[in-house]
């Protein structure tokens, strides 16, 4: 039913009006009345908007004019009818340059406002339908974004590094450049649901109901508190972290833990769920995210349903700087190429039981180096994703090994099997090579994707990696790339819900306008061309 604001300084003349016709047939409810412009921005002001406004244009005081002047300026989209008589041809060109389309002339017709009410009928449930499916593309734009931001922080903590400036720039387009900031203090927390024992009873197969509302309700919480971005490995749907952007009034140990508190409590309320928090110590710059991640987990497996710990304090100088990125990156290297007498005695210096370093320090660099293998196995693993998986688990079960001679002879098991991988595919032939590259660029087209830089990721030549990819992929490396994102910008346009500028980030440019020029030297069109082309087929 649609509302209507009813303006006239003659009560009579409402009343007239009122009476008619039936208005709810017509779908129509008069919801207010008013006898002057005055009286009619009071109610607009503090009532629930109406669909439709009727005024007269003669008014004492303030007159239909100044009234319509005002409600164009405070509520565009307003629809107004205006009520004139013959006389008023001076207020209605004055009403007309305010954008009043329909009027009616005194005295009312029966039939004239059965047809303007019928037509704007029409047209009011039009409007409703294209706000509808702006609210929907918006909301479907809004959760495509947030898949994307969750898909990132995933990547940035889990991961081989990426250049600062790559970083930077992805964190931007996804409109995450609040962490990109220099000297930004962040902090993550990571929260595990558990399950009562009974709290199941014969419905123990529907555990996945419980991890969705788990998830919908940390999510909430994190939404309401704001500056907070959720985040989940799907492996572990009983498991959520977040990242809290800090400020002056969250820098310091009482707004985490308060936070922590206030999370668990509506998680026992409204799921009668259990649940561990972790939280990690506070960092500067997008360089420490891995430490303030690893802190966390730590924070985790020391903390209980009753506790929390927080996590590397009071050893947090030991944690992080045992572990740097050049250490990280020199890693990597000795693994990648398969040099395992460096790695394992590199791994050993930094992990030797002879040193009196703390249990947590010796964990957090154990945790870091399982990162480290994943980041690796990402990379060379081809097929199942079996081994990615495995080791997922161990960084979940590393924290429960009470020696930590055990904890070495797990990483010796585990150097062993990433080693398989990247043997594998970096020396039985060329095919799994470019497969494995391949892989990467469909996974990564988002970000800025050059040839050197991959070249130098799988310790390859450049010129022979682009006569390697040309080879057994039948394209050069730019062409191949140029491809996956024309793909991408297609499919979206096709779907129809997403802005341009959105289209182009999500397919991997930076520039709309160089999008456009380049969507329509690939296809011929321009995307909005293209766009309208395919409209049909939906």
Known sequence: MYKVLLVDDEAGVRGSIKAKIDWEALGFRIEYEASGGEEALRILEERALPDLIITDVRMPQMDGITFIKACKERYPLMRTVVLSGYSDFEYMKAAIRFGVKDYLLKPVGRSELTDLLSRLASELEDDRRRQYRANLDQLRNRQQLKILQEQT????VHHENMSADTVKERLYQLQLSALAGEGRRMQFLVVEMRIPAGRLGEWQEREDLLQ?????IVREVAEEEGRIFPFQDVSH???????VLLDEQRANEAYADRFA???KRKIKRYLRLDSVVGIGEPFRDLAQLKHGYASSMLSWSLSTIEETTPGGSPHAPELTHAFTTETERKLMTMLEGLDLTAFKQHIR??????RDTPMASFMFTAFRILQLFNSVAKKFELGDASLQQHLLRCQLTVW??????RVMEQLDELTSLVTEEVRKTRYTGGQ???EAVRRYVEENYGYELALSSIASMFHLNETYLSGLFKQHVGMTFSDYVTKLRMGKAAELLKEGEFKLTDIAMLAGYSSASYFSTSFKKYYGMSPKEYREKHEGNR
Request: hydrophobic share 50%.
């Open 237 to 243: 749907p009983a498991m959520l972290h977040l990242l």
């Open 261 to 263: 508190r206030e999370l």
């Open 349 to 354: 210096s930094l992990l030797a039981s002879d």
């Open 432 to 434: 799994k090579l470019i």
């Open 153 to 156: 922080l995933l990547q940035l």
């Open 212 to 216: 969705l509302s788990f998830q919908m």
């Open 400 to 405: 429960t090994h009470s020696s930590r001679e």
